[in-house]
């Protein structure tokens, strides 16, 4: 038996070292990302890491076998190399996995002790994978244990600095540091391997008649081939990673659906304006009051929700995006409008059903505004606008309902914007009015007091009726500070008043049930009294029957302050609504108002039973009584004969200028 000496091709050498520091430079990049994204995907990317490095070693160890030249003629067991390359593939996933987690010493050693492992039983099967008849293979222990050791300490040094780099945001200096530790790793084990190996041959004749010979072809196209593989895998991560960012960035990360870039991105399409399609902006009637009285978590499961619902709602081909908030929108081709408004009426039936959403059942409704291609413009924006306005205009009815865009409710929009901007100037500038109306004691023949009611002219638009901008101050929050103004003011002309004319007369204002609700009321009423030094029995406030029903008994925790002061409390309009007859003694008020349809309608039998009936019941609770309205004699005579004496109407005065109530109070 004759020992065999090899040589090496020194390029080849340094092309193995290249190889592994490449494959280590791409794998700790892509396994890096199995820390920095949640979910599935950093499976993949794990996957993707640890064959890359599987490979990479591999690769490397068989170029090196290439450069290794022997003078016999060496063959390669397909079984055992296909061996070594999952022994390869099996240690660098199981060390990737072990270092992305939470990291220790513990098992940071163990991360390199499978990947030395991994890389020493490829190194050593790949070995025993050599095959020639004639030819034998021994290992020098001392050696065999050193390329085992470098390979260990390796690995450590690199996998410790991959932790690092982990939390690293610019990580290209400590990258390639490892992977040029890991690329030592895997060379230095695998030439250090080959210096513990001895060859063998027992036939020296068959030695004498050759010459070096190299690798076999089938090993060199099996090298090309582990290359392409990881070439290719890298590119494929790549392209993979710019697919996973495009979907986060495109799609809602709450409900699943596609979001507002990727409906931007949907308009862009040059041939969508080539069809016919709607546009349904969705709007969630209830779900700033949910978010505010059960909390944000139990709001985003109400999104999730129904974010699943019109994803089940809208087959193929129609389109769902998450606007934001609690604004969805859907696109429809179409046939015809039939089958949209069918589609439309069926989503809001979707919509009304209940919710269960943790401990609560929830009933909502929804507002949508509907919007068709070319009909309503020819771009996004265009159309977003369209279906947009449609929206409020449904929310502007009453809610849980649709409408179709059409060009009268652009100008309405457009109306109520300039209003609601000169609303905000007016309230800066101070050029806002408030009018008075008497409230008329027929019995003394006398004023009693005045109702305050504010007035709004706009620049451009002229004069806006209470029933128009009411409530856009009401929407926009304008309400609030509209109201202290009025209060002050109101405080400070009854002062004047009776300063003057010593009739102690009363002056009422109007409350929105958005001051009730802000719990401003207490702190804005005693201001606008020690300001103006009127006295608290001269003011009266007044609410409607539908305050009290949709503030509940916020009511009473805002008003009852107040009347210990001895402010009044009046309410308005009674009979319009549900007649909240258990509050008129719970909350002590002074005076009711009788709603003016029943003043106008007077001649009805069923009006007439009405305001005899609430006259009565106003003399049996001992409250005061006022008939909202009167503009006539016979209206007049009527609740004189009903015994109704207080009264408020166009028959005794219109509402009037401050500066012409004393005028007027001259020449009664």
Known sequence: MVALTGSYNIWIVALSLIIAFFTSYQALGLSKKVTSIPGKIAWGWLIIAGVVMGCGIWTMHFVGMVAFHLPIQVDYHIGKSIVSVFASIGASLIAFYVSSTTISQLKLLLSSLFMASGIVTMHYVGMSSMKND???????PVLWATSALIAFLASYAALNLFIKIKSAESGFVLRSAAALLMAFAVTGMHYVGMEASSFWCIDPAYISNQKLISAPTTLLITVLIAIVIIVQLTWFAQVWEQIMYKKMAYTD???????????????????????????????LDQFKYINDTLGHDVGDLLIQQMGARLRKHANVPQYVFRIGGDEFMIVMPFENKAQVLQAVEHLLEEIRKPFMLGDHQLEVTGSIGVSYSIEHGNTKDGLLKAADTAMYYAKNLGKNQYCEYNGDMERKVIRKMEIEKGLRDALIKEKLQVYY??????SSNRPIGFEALLRYTHPTLGKIAPDEFIPIAEETGLILPMTEWVLHRACHDCYEWNLEFKDNLVVSVNLSSKLIESSMLYNMTQSALVESGLAPNLLELEITEQTMIHCGASVGEQVQPLQRLGVKLSMDNFGSGYSFLGSLEQLHFQTIKID????????????????NSMIGLANQLNIQLVAEGVETEPQLNFLKDAGCHLMQGYYFKKPMPVNEVGKWLKQL
Request: proline letters at 5%; zero cysteines.
């Open 437 to 442: 109306q008497p409230k008329w004691d027929i």
């Open 596 to 611: 003016k349809a029943y003043i106008e309608h007077y001649e009805l039998p069923t009006k007439r039973a009405i305001v």
């Open 253 to 283: 990360s709450l409900t699943g659906l596609s979001n507002r870039h990727a409906m931007n991105e949907f308009f862009t399409n040059p041939t969508l304006f080539q069809r016919k399609f709607a546009t349904m902006f969705i709007d």
């Open 134 to 140: 004639i030819m034998t293979i021994s290992y020098d």
